[in-house]
T-cell receptor
């Protein structure tokens, strides 16, 4: 009965690789987000999708490409991984522009 | 640009003592402010929002536009309050939240 689930929970990979993180929500929400939490614990928005349409792209490098096949899914694909991409990535969802976000448990990405 | 500042990365108080987690913001418009909390091994979740003017788990927060602050307060801390607390701002009309860097609160027995 998990509300927002993201996989994998941990991801360790080499520089230069391409990887994907998946996110699914079963809350019937129409808006989904990706947030990045850096080593200093800052949570910063990366992308926001509403009804499968991109509405926020916060100056994220184009190596990061979100894909929303439907309202319940928002996947994050990262090309040519760099050391600085190491962080915890959180998926979240909400209903419309409601500020109550429901978060996934996070994916800890380590780039070696 | 919008910014949320939580000046304390770590805060430690004794059980039963009052607790205040500070949050200051920078935003030229009319802000909506929130507190999110992450308990150990749990997900980040909404604790309270300023427009509701409610008390959740004994916590309250008042938006002070003059001081651009939204401090979180509880008169008597309990051990189960130990968690990571994030203050967040929603810019007017925007579908995103701008978070502070968080404060780790530890309640000592």
């Amino acid at each position: 009965d998990t509300a927002v689930s993201q996989t994998p929970k941990y991801l360790v990979t080499q520089m230069g690789n391409d990887k994907s993180i998946k996110c699914e929500q079963n809350l019937g929400h129409d808006t989904m987000y990706w947030y990045k939490q850096d080593s200093k614990k800052f949570l910063k928005i990366m992308f926001s999708y509403n009804n499968k349409e991109l509405i926020i792209n916060e100056t994220v490098p184009n190596r990061f490409s979100p894909k929303s096949p439907d309202k319940a899914h928002l996947n994050l694909h990262i090309n040519s991984l760099e050391l600085g991409d190491s962080a915890v990535y959180f998926c979240a969802s909400s209903l419309g522009g409601d500020e109550k976000l429901f978060f996934g448990s996070g994916t800890q990405l380590s780039v070696l | 640009a919008q910014r949320v500042t939580q000046p304390e990365k770590l805060l430690s108080v004794f059980k039963g003592a009052p607790v205040e987690l500070k949050c200051n913001y920078s935003y030229s418009g009319s802000p909506e402010l929130f507190w999110y909390v992450q308990y150990s091994r749990q997900r980040l979740q909404l604790l309270l929002r300023h427009i509701s003017r409610e008390s959740i788990k004994g916590f309250t927060a008042d938006l002070n536009k003059g001081e651009t602050s939204f401090h979180l307060k509880k008169p008597f801390a309990q051990e189960e309050d130990s968690a990571m607390y994030y203050c967040a701002l929603r810019p007017q009309g925007a579908q995103k939240l701008v978070f502070g860097q968080g404060t780790r609160l530890t309640i000592n027995p």
